[in-house]
């Protein structure tokens, strides 16, 4: 299987949230768990699985595993997504 690791980049959270899911880490742990504050509701939640919903108004955020470190590099990929 090819892809671009970690020199890949993508234009919106739903290509993040595709990518994560097609390499099969969505349900993986995060190396450290995060602190996220949703971009939608304002709830803050922690990030522990490399794609994870906000726990007030569904929205679907993920992170590749080479950007895990970082909180701004998780992306909100919609509501549900």
Do not use: W
Not at 9 to 26: I, T, W
Not at 30 to 56: D, N, T, W
Not at 63 to 79: Q, S
């Amino acid at each position: 299987m090819s892809h671009e690791g970690c020199s890949g980049s993508f234009e919106n959270g739903k290509q993040v949230a595709d990518k994560v899911r097609q390499m099969g880490f969505d349900k993986q742990f995060m190396p450290v768990p995060l602190i996220k504050k949703c971009s939608e509701c304002g709830e803050e939640f922690e990030m522990i699985h490399f794609e994870e919903k906000c726990p007030k108004c569904s929205m679907v955020y993920a992170v590749t595993p080479c950007h895990a470190f970082d909180p701004d590099n998780i992306m909100p990929a919609g509501i549900d997504y």
